[in-house]
């Protein structure tokens, strides 16, 4: 049914210890496409028996990884990342086909995700220790980094993808097996990676997937004391039953967790950057990401202006499935998430807001959604402090930067934030008051494998990409060298 150059890359079974696997009941839950509720095939219903093998496969599996040079490693992963590329465009076609998103932007998260194992690949060479100058003399102080161990991993379905690589990527290339749950709704991109990992040759039991029941899966990789490191990325509330789950074990975590992100326009700010910034940060993936523009607040000099250009832009979105050319949003995820969107715009709308532009389900049916602009909108809707996951921009007015700081850090949520300003002094003022991890300024999209991604306050802990990104799968060792 699905056009690929290479078919052997479309998988519907598991990956545990270097092969391809059904649940042990042979039980399995369907794949659909959202675009057009089609059925693509199957996925393997597992739970805890499957997921401690996969835990021991990669535990025996650790040693021979380890004791790898750096440089070897680097090579696997560096492969791994060729074959990514040298099959973006299936890697793309599967991904669009399981979660909606418009072709070019597959494309584009397939060389993002592939950029994480070439980056790692290279940072493993430099997982440097220390000598630390000793208070004794005849005693030294050596500091080395080593793999934490056995990982776990989370992954939800919005960047089916490059949520995976940039977890793998820094535990392979540290020295750790890794054991990985995608998420149901789009694991056709995970299989995919691991036929890829093979002929890249990673060897068996470093990189397992299981799928299934979530619960089951999770609870056997927070509670198995074999697991030494659990990374999530996914919603809050999930975040915090997994960090919990790690306690009794004492786990080392990384969480990536919900958003609530600002998009700040001030009156000096150049319009139309802005609003092109503001299109790529909140219709990107339907609206689907983390670091999404969730509020936008507009001070109240450019305030009219800047919503009349933005609806303009707004207008000019094309809705359609994703493997049709020129599509620039597709569907979302499934019905629930178009419900959430339709609350929040309910409630927004019988608290005063308007709708500028869009604000019902699209034309064509199942979970496409028109791209939505709300005007008239202020803080006691729920707009304001959940993450709304979807194409509605909300448009607050503000006066001050007082005023706007106060509303941008009245949320438990601290990852990404942007504004748009021309004024040095503003800029650094902002960009220092703002609680999040991530700041853009004069720009809407910061994603990248060399900058440090991550949040505060309850959006989560640890940083993906980057140098920082390796520490989460090391851990320090210091060896106190006496008998000098
Ligand atoms: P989203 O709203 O983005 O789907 P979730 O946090 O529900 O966010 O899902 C992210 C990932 O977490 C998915 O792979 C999902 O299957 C998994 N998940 C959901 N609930 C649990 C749970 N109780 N334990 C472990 N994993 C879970």
New binding site residues.
Partial sequence: MLNLKDPSLLRQQAYIDGQWCDAEGGATVDVRNPATGEKIGTVPHMGAQETRRAIEAANAAWPAWRKKTAKERAAILRKWSDLMLENADDLAVLMTVEQGKPLAESKGEIGYAASFFEWFGEQAKRADGDVIPSPWPDRRIVVTKEPIGVCAA?????FPSAMITRKVAPALAAGCPIVL????LTPYSAFALAVLGERAGVPRGVFSIVTGD??A???EMTGNPTVRKMS????T???R??MQQCAPTVKKISLELGGNAAFIVFDDADLDAAVEGAIASKYRNAGQTCVCANRLYVQDGVYDDFARRLVAKVQALKVGNGLEPGVSQGPLINAKAVEKVEDHLADALSKGAQVAVGGQRHALGHSFFQPTVLTGVTSDMKVAREETFGPLAPLFRFRTEEEVIGMVNNTEFGLASYFYSRDIGRVWRIAEAIETGMVGVNTGLISNELAPFGGVKQSGLGREGSKYGMDDYLVIKYICMGGI
């Fill in positions: 989370i992954t939800p379905w919005n749950k995608p998420s149901e979530a619960q899966i999770g609870g999530f990325t996914g919603s509330a999930v975040g039953l997994l």
